[in-house]
Structures are given as structure tokens and as C-alpha cells.
């Protein structure tokens, strides 16, 4: 069974930074791209970063762009998400997906990430 | 960055009605595009892949269609379980994904 599993949201100050993490399992996660994705309590969905399997092609959102580093560990079977420089319109809920093609996308439950003094 | 509208905002249907969603994209897409539900407090659910394939486990009730700039989720006839949001997404311009902004299919 695939498994995504979020950590390290919470709630931080303006200006400061947060390390998020997602744990896979269930799947050959060295072999498949890994993405974050965002959501705003009550709004809608917005793509925050993706990178390739092998990490050598990474995106990002332009309202991120600069602040937020995203990464990867194989060995570790775990994706990561810098986020310096945090404002309060980075407050939301944090997903880690697979979005993959063919019908291959799955979702951790999210972590809540709180920008606020 | 491709863009993409959904239409309507919100759907008001009974149970037993037929709802059709629209998904515009800004250029196109050839077929890579998918629909998700999402109901309160839970994650993104995938439908449909590639515009017209259901994902595994969803019921026949739910077809998609379309091709270029835009598409259609269909359900035929609406579950009390259906009453949710739903959201379209495309990868045509992988790593670079959008999500539109949403229907809320409400009850009437």
C-alpha cells in the first residue's frame, strides 16, 4: 500500500523557516518524480514544487520561487521542503503527492503550516 | 504558465441528477489532464487521468472527455457521496503542474 506521511508544519513567525518532510512507502519511490502541493483551509489547490526522480529537474511556483528549496533522499525513501523567508501568505496545508502519470497519484494527509507573530 | 478555469463555481443538484463540469485550458493540453474530488478535512482524491481514464476504483458513474483547451467531467447521476469539490489539473507542462480553481458540486 502506498504511503505518504508529512511532518514538521506548525506554527512559525514571519521571516523565519521551516523544514517540512514526507515519508514514502509502498512504492519504488527512487524510480518516480515527487511533488508538494498547497492548499489554503477552504480554498483551492496550488502547486508548490516538483522534482524528478533523480532530482535533476526541479520547479517551482513563482510565488515561492527564491524562498522555498525542495530535495530528496532516496536512501531515505523521504522529500523535503526548505521554506525561508515565510510569510503569512504561505500559511496552508502541505501535501506531498506523487502526481503521477498513467494514474499513479497519491497524497499524504497534509501538514498545517501556521506563518503567524 | 498554463492556466486553468473551471466552471461553473458551484453546481446545485439533487441526488439522481446528471452533473457536467468544465475545465478550460489556457493552450493546449493534448490530453494530459486530470480531475480529483475532494471532500472537507480529506486529502485530494484522483477520478480521472489523461481526460477520459478512470482511476482505479472509481465508479462508472464518472467520465471525463475532452482533448486541447477543454474538457468535461461527467457524473451521471449523482450519490449523496458525490457532493464534494472537484478539481482539474493538467501536466502537460510537467514539473510545472496547475490545478483550477475548483467546482462545488452542493446539494439542492
Known amino acids: 500500500e502506498v504511503q505518504l506521511v508529512e511532518s514538521g508544519g506548525g506554527l512559525v513567525q514571519p ?12 512504492f519504488p519511490f527512487e524510480d518516480y518524480a515527487m511533488h508538494w502541493v498547497r492548499q489554503v483551509p477552504g480554498k483551492d489547490l496550488e502547486w508548490v514544487s516538483g522534482l524528478s526522480w533523480s532530482s535533476d ?14 530535495s530528496r533522499d532516496n536512501a531515505e525513501r523521504s522529500l523535503y521542503l526548505q521554506m525561508n523567508s515565510l510569510r503569512a501568505d504561505d500559511t496552508a496545508v502541505y501535501y506531498c503527492a506523487t502526481l503521477g502519470d498513467y494514474g499513479f497519484d497519491y497524497w499524504g494527509p497534509g501538514t498545517l503550516v501556521t506563518v503567524s507573530s | 504558465e498554463i492556466v486553468l478555469t473551471q466552471s461553473p463555481a458551484t453546481l446545485s443538484l439533487s441526488p439522481g441528477e446528471r452533473a457536467t463540469l468544465s475545465c478550460r485550458a489556457s493552450q493546449s493540453v493534448s490530453t494530459s489532464l486530470g480531475w480529483y474530488q475532494q471532500k472537507p ?19 462508472a458513474r464518472f467520465s471525463g472527455s475532452g482533448s486541447g483547451t477543454d474538457f468535461t467531467l461527467t457524473i451521471s447521476s449523482l450519490e449523496p457521496e458525490d457532493f464534494a469539490v472537484y ?22
Do not use: M
Open chain 1, 15 to 26: 521571516g523565519r523557516s521551516l523544514r517540512l518532510s514526507c515519508a514514502a512507502s509502498g
Open chain 2, 87 to 108: 478539481y482539474c489539473r493538467q501536466r502537460r507542462s510537467w514539473p510545472l503542474i496547475t490545478f483550477g480553481g475548483g467546482t462545488k458540486v452542493e446539494i439542492k
Open chain 1, 57 to 70: 529537474v526541479i520547479a517551482y511556483a513563482d510565488s515561492v520561487k527564491g524562498r522555498f528549496t525542495v
Open chain 2, 41 to 59: 478535512g480529506q486529502s485530494p482524491r484522483l477520478l480521472i487521468y489523461h481526460a477520459s481514464n478512470r482511476a482505479t476504483g472509481i465508479p
